[in-house]
């Protein structure tokens, strides 16, 4: 007899989207296929092997049906408890897994209809996440396999198939990882969005960190947690050749640079992480210890700035220039470089570069160090200074960053020496003793490579909390490198305006950055006045704690408007926010609105 009865939603849904990785059992479209071979799903998902033999004897059978089953019976194998546990274990999951991926890429590129037929079916939905977990599992495994056994090559024998490893379109294709992590596996806090793509392929980020760790020498580096997709290709010829094949290729591709895959005729979307990468590499760089570490002169701090490329160096994606501001470092801008990573139109042409540099030492300095290590990195990727990546660069800044940042795209003249000079006898024939070693840190002509900028909550004229009790004691905790007293403690005490005769006294009164943050500081007072250079298009996002009161009368808790605001500007944007105001969405939505404006100036064209 035949009977009816109702579907609740939720049975709807589980029976169209369940299945062995969702839940504990097989899907429906599993089991209706055993059925039809005169099989028990129940047998089955407790002893997958024999079901899968019998399923490839049995004829005839669409082969959409039998591929798709089988690929979830080895699913059932590779993550059950059967198999147990150890080094035969292990290896016998890989090869249901390896199984797993072929017979997924079979139903996917090989059966009856092609998929773009099958675009809104769930049934290829999850016969795609069948493949993307097993490579996933099968890249991780060889990664694992790749740390323990250095000096051996990556490709490797599963069962009867030889698995090569072609990694030439990544940038770090020569380096060892430390260890290859699946995306899906990582879950953040303090990051708002997760930013994928859909698409084929195992989402996964390769730790490519020094085994000792510590501070990278190099003073540009691409992040060491790129983020990378895995596509693992069988036979491209038929169905047969497939699943007979006794090779394989594990490709690796930059998801950055590679939107698709194909193979033979059809060519479908590549899946994409772009959260995973930098997430990971924040949660594991020690950031928020090392930069107080650096403010005040302890070990494991850093001493000279260095960039950080949030991906591979692309030629032909434009820059964006990141500048932290006091006692902080590139998680200040965790939230907004996130966001433009995430951004499809801002992510094909734009790349992302941080600076993290000394907070604790002068602006003076500072300036003239970022210049220097900014020159060396462009001198690096682009010698001829002809790259798409060398021209109409951004640039943005928050706090004391965004000092830096004006500086960047300022020309000094003659206005810094005149302004220190001023008024003491003594220090102007200090200056002109010293010209050879002051000029460099007092002229400068802004850098042509910017024709952008985004100061937020910048205290360009200055603020008078560097003033206070609080900022004071700070201050007198913070310590300069030696090296850096030593050269430089007469020059620096000179800009602090001491006008003491003997030099050892001067040392004692050298500035640092809190000193230079104070609206008197000579230095600060003088790049206040500086001509932004006329090319470049600026920008000012200024946070007040209160909507309350006149706009001119209110600060971020640690700046005052007066010294944020910038007359001239393109577009002035103020947020009721404290002084992290970078972080905020309405920040971000204003970093990402004034970006995608760029981009419509240039004629960049919208996905």
């Known amino acids: 007899m035949v009977t009816v009865g109702n579907v609740s939603p939720r049975e709807y849904i589980a029976q169209r989207r369940g299945d062995i990785l969702s839940g504990r059992h097989l899907s429906g479209q599993t089991a209706e296929t055993l059925a039809m071979a005169g099989l028990d799903d129940e047998p089955c998902e407790r002893a997958p092997l024999p079901c899968i033999s019998a399923l490839t004897a049995v004829s005839p059978m669409a082969e959409e049906r039998r591929q798709s089953a089988i690929a979830e019976l080895w699913v059932a194998r590779a993550t059950g408890n059967a198999l147990g546990a150890g080094p035969q274990a292990e290896q016998a999951r890989v090869e249901a897994y390896l199984e797993v991926a072929r017979h997924a890429y079979a139903y996917l590129f090989f059966t009856e209809r092609n998929a773009s037929e099958r675009a809104f079916e769930d049934r290829q939905t999850q016969v795609r996440d069948y493949y993307n977990y097993a490579v996933q599992q099968f890249a991780v495994a060889l990664g694992h396999r790749a740390h323990e056994r250095p000096g051996v090559g990556l490709a490797t024998e599963v069962g009867q198939t030889h698995v090569a490893v072609d990694l030439h379109s990544l940038s770090w294709a020569n380096e060892r990882p430390r260890e290859v992590v699946a995306a899906s596996g990582l879950r953040f806090q303090g990051i708002r969005s997760t ?162 540099y000394p907070t604790n030492m002068p602006i003076a300095l500072n300036n003239r160090a970022i210049r220097d290590v900014f020159a060396r990195t462009l001198a690096h990727f682009d010698p001829t200074g002809h790259a798409v990546a060398s021209q109409d660069m951004v640039i943005i800044g928050h706090s004391m960053g965004g000092i830096l940042a004006r500086l960047m795209v300022s020309s000094s003249g003659d206005m810094i020496w005149d302004d220190v000079a001023q008024g003491s006898a003594r220090r102007r024939a200090f200056l002109s003793r010293r010209a050879k070693d002051v000029s460099p840190y007092l002229r400068f002509d802004a850098l042509p490579n910017f024709d952008e900028a985004i100061f937020i909550a910048a205290p360009h004229r200055g603020t008078d909390f560097a003033t206070n009790r609080l900022a004071r004691l700070v201050s007198n905790l913070i310590r300069l490198p030696a090296a850096v007293v030593t050269q430089f403690g007469g020059i620096l005490a000179d800009l602090a305006g001491d006008d003491g005769e003997a030099q050892g006294h001067k040392v004692a009164l050298v500035p640092n950055s809190i000193d230079n943050l104070r609206a008197d500081d000579p230095f600060i007072r003088a790049a206040a006045n500086l001509p932004i250079d006329s090319k470049v298009r600026y920008h000012s996002i200024i946070a007040r704690r209160s909507p309350d009161g006149p706009l001119e009368e209110t600060n971020d808790g640690l700046v005052p408007y007066w010294s944020s605001h910038l007359a001239g500007a393109a577009s002035e944007k103020v947020i009721v926010s404290g002084h992290s105001v970078q972080e905020t969405p309405q920040a971000v939505l204003e970093v990402r609105r004034i970006l995608t404006e760029s981009l419509d100036q240039a004629g960049e064209s919208a996905p």
């Open 195 to 356: 930013y994928r793509r859909d698409g084929l392929g195992a989402e996964l980020v390769v730790d490519l960190r020094p085994e000792a760790g510590g501070v990278p020498d190099k003073a540009y580096q691409a992040m060491p947690t790129p983020s990378a997709t895995a596509f693992l290709r069988f036979a491209d010829d038929n169905l047969d050749a497939v699943l007979s094949s006794h090779s394989a290729v594990l490709e690796g591709h930059d998801p950055f640079q590679d939107a698709t895959v194909s193979v033979g005729e059809t060519t479908v979307p590549l899946a994409g992480n772009f959260t995973a990468g930098y997430g990971l590499w924040l949660a594991r760089s020690g950031f928020a210890t090392q930069s107080l570490a650096t403010l005040f002169g302890r070990a494991g701090g850093v001493n000279e700035p260095r960039i950080y490329l949030m991906q591979p160096y692309d030629p032909n994606r434009r820059v964006i220039l990141l500048l932290h501001g006091l006692a902080s470092s590139p998680e200040a801008w965790v939230n907004v470089a996130n966001d433009i990573l995430g951004d499809e139109r801002l992510r094909r042409h734009f790349q992302v570069w941080q600076v993290y």
